[in-house]
């Protein structure tokens, strides 16, 4: 049970459930049994989209059941591809849909125009912060950016500086986005990257720290160095019934809200029962 409206508004559908990914790289059908039991778990109101490769789309279409009702974000290669989720449409029920696409950022990504029924993520890289959110700010109701921050490997994980340069253009050009990779732990903290045994640690971001001061940040109250000073600490938010803290700034319920409906989205994970358990321990659900 989530405690506060704060944290309701704050956790609500923030969890994109991407299991066939690596470091989990579960098989689709063991992912898709896992998203179902989460819907029925005991905070179903954080689980996002069920994240599914476009190639997988028709090995999902045979997985979907009559009682399945969930959305989906596809990871889509070329504009082309949306060929795909046609298909895909006219093989299931409409209570299975994907209403989201997620693709990297080109110079061509005027050609996405026609996909204008989705919601359409950019995946950009620190060289095209700048140029994306630009393109994306005319049409911010459907057109969004994506930031990897983290990787199995150490040196896939972006630098604090890198991560509030982002923010700092997605919240300057009122362009939503969304977050993948590095996030399944809820505070910010050195981590194993993978479930090997041996495998490389490295300073992760943790979702409550990283858009909680997202938050703070698009709500004015951060400047960008302070945002780069407390993405590299390991400070932990506390909420309670007036909003979420960070030392001493807070946001209150309305700005939370309105983060989350203008700012960030989400964020793709390889485990949801992982970040459940986290909050669990944080004393955010009971």
């Known amino acids: 049970m989530i405690k506060h409206p704060a944290q309701h508004f704050f956790l609500e559908n923030l969890i994109d459930y991407a299991g066939t990914f690596p470091p989990a790289a579960l098989s689709l059908a063991a992912s898709l049994a896992n998203f179902r039991a989460d819907q029925q778990g005991p905070a179903p109101s954080m689980l996002g989209r069920l994240i599914c490769a476009g190639s997988a789309l028709p090995e999902l279409a045979e997985l979907v059941v009559s009682t399945d009702s969930f959305l989906i974000s596809a990871l889509l290669a070329k504009p082309e591809d949306l060929s795909l989720v046609a298909d895909f449409h006219?093989?299931?029920?409409?209570?299975?849909?994907?209403?989201?696409?997620?693709?990297?950022?080109?110079?061509?990504?005027?050609?996405?125009?026609?996909?204008?029924?989705y919601r359409l993520f950019f995946e950009v890289t620190s060289p095209a912060f700048a140029q994306a959110a630009a393109f994306c700010a005319p049409q911010a109701a459907r057109l969004g950016l994506k930031l990897r921050t983290g990787s199995v490997q150490a040196e896939g994980i972006p630098a604090a500086d890198q991560v509030a340069d982002f923010l700092e253009k997605a919240h300057a050009a009122g362009v939503p986005y969304k977050f993948t990779a590095g996030l399944h732990h809820a505070r910010a903290g050195e981590y194993a990257l993978s479930y090997d045994s041996g495998s490389p640690r490295a300073r992760c971001f943790g979702f409550t720290s990283l858009f909680t001061l997202a938050?703070?940040?698009?709500?004015?109250?951060?400047?960008?160095?302070?945002?780069?000073?407390?993405?590299?600490?390991?400070?932990?938010?506390?909420a309670d019934s007036q909003g979420l803290h960070w030392e001493r700034w807070s946001c209150n319920i309305e700005q939370i809200r309105e983060y989350r409906q203008r700012g960030g989205r989400s964020f793709g994970s390889c485990s949801f029962r992982e970040p459940l358990q986290e909050l669990q321990e944080m004393g955010w659900i009971c």
Request: charged share 25%.
């Open 215 to 238: 938050c703070l940040h698009w709500c004015g109250q951060l400047s960008k160095d302070e945002l780069v000073e407390q993405l590299g600490s390991d400070g932990t938010p506390t």
């Open 90 to 117: 006219a093989r299931v029920g409409k209570a299975v849909r994907v209403d989201t696409l997620e693709t990297a950022w080109s110079e061509t990504a005027s050609e996405w125009s026609r996909a204008w029924n």
